[in-house]
């Protein structure tokens, strides 16, 4: 493969000197940008264009071209997996993601079988070859997988839940089937993600958008433990190069001693915790990624300059931080306001390192 033109967020992650902040956004290939609106209409529709190696290394590549990012990450979605488990993944417009088929019946649990990302994810490792060879060593490219948690509770519900009713009642009145759909999903994301490695991820992250929904039990026995799984059986060292995992648990800042300990090179934090507080409460176990509030690129740019410069004030000097929003930026952002966040994070960060 290339040699890596900029490391770095590589550096970043694994707490070594760098000479700014590196900085990504979740999302950064999305509905905000028109040249995406204008791929994913040539796509049809939203899996037609995951699914699609060329089109997706196309949208993988479109912010790279406008901002001067330190990563990209690959173009598709987190229920990749039990979209190939034959649940029937589709996109209601205003409503997020479906499932045609959800598990309905417990049944149902004990019929499924981990997925072959080889076999039934192809298309994923196809775009992730051609996304890195089109990068050519430009920057370093994020794989991804939804959590075990995240990916039960769209499977149980059909599609997104304010409160997770059918999910939690099959944690609670039968935990065995449910560690049973868990570990089959713990699998798969291992399978997944190391096929993502195989075929050039440099980095991957662990997607746990609903964790925070948990109780501090539950979180620990459903959401943590799975994904403390899957850290343990991923290639953390592959063709001769590192290969660091990000852990992102949305509402998971009470959580972060715990989460420090899980084997995961680096924390995500959404915006709702002081990410210098953050780098008290974690030492040096780990680096932190995040954590502007993704509504804070709808404000003017002077104070989206302002809200980058305390973030960055607050985690202070040295490395060991990911600049990134606290989650994925929103179709309505202007490019323009997210240019401005990229240009602070160049512009302010320096100061903060010795090098």
């Known amino acids: ?59 993988t590549m479109q912010p790279l071209e406008r901002y001067p990012l330190d990563a990209a990450i690959l173009f598709s979605d987190i229920l ?8 029937g993944l589709y996109f209601e417009t205003g409503e997020g993601p479906r499932f045609r ?33 089109e990068l050519n060593g430009k920057v370093p490219l994020i794989g991804f997988s939804g959590s075990p948690w995240t990916l039960a509770t769209y499977m149980v519900e059909g599609g997104s839940s304010k409160d997770y009713r059918r999910t939690k009642k099959l944690i609670y009145d039968n ?24 075929a050039g991820a440099q980095a991957v992250q662990i997607f746990d958008s609903w964790g925070g929904a948990l109780s501090y039990n539950a979180y620990q026995e459903f959401s943590l433990r799975p994904m403390m799984k899957i850290v ?4 953390r060292h592959y063709d001769g190069r590192d290969v660091p995992v990000i852990l992102f648990t949305k509402g998971g800042g009470q959580w972060l001693e ?22 008290q409460r974690v030492g040096n ?4 990624q995040g954590n502007m509030d993704p509504a804070v690129l709808y404000a003017k740019p002077s104070r989206i300059r302002e809200e980058v410069n305390n973030i960055l004030s607050r985690f202070g000097h040295g490395s060991g931080h990911v600049f990134n929003l606290g989650h994925g930026v929103t179709p309505e952002v202007d490019p323009s306001h997210a240019a401005a966040f990229f240009e602070a994070v160049v512009e302010l960060s320096p ?3 010795n090098l």
């Open 1 to 59: 493969m290339t040699p890596l033109l900029n490391d770095r967020f590589l550096r970043a992650l694994a707490r070594q000197p760098v000479d700014r902040t590196p900085v990504w956004m979740m999302r950064q290939a999305g509905r905000y940008l028109p040249e995406y609106r204008e791929t994913r209409a040539k796509a049809g529709d939203f899996m037609s264009l995951c699914s699609n190696p060329q089109l997706a290394c196309e949208v």
């Open 80 to 87: 990749t997996i039990p979209d190939a488990m034959g649940l």
């Open 101 to 133: 088929n959800p598990i309905n019946k417990l049944e149902e649990i004990e019929k499924l079988e981990a997925v072959d990302p080889h076999k039934d994810l192809s298309y994923v490792m196809d775009a992730v070859s051609l996304i890195r060879k």
């Open 175 to 198: 935990p065995e089937l449910a560690h049973r759909l868990l570990d089959i999903l713990a699998d798969s994301v291992i399978a997944y993600l190391n096929a993502q490695i195989e």
């Open 232 to 235: 343990d059986g991923l290639h």
């Open 258 to 279: 715990l989460m420090a300990e899980s084997g995961a090179d680096c924390l995500g934090l959404d915006w709702t915790t002081d990410i210098g507080n953050a780098r």
């Open 285 to 288: 176990k780990v680096a932190l």
């Open 351 to 353: 100061k903060y390192h």
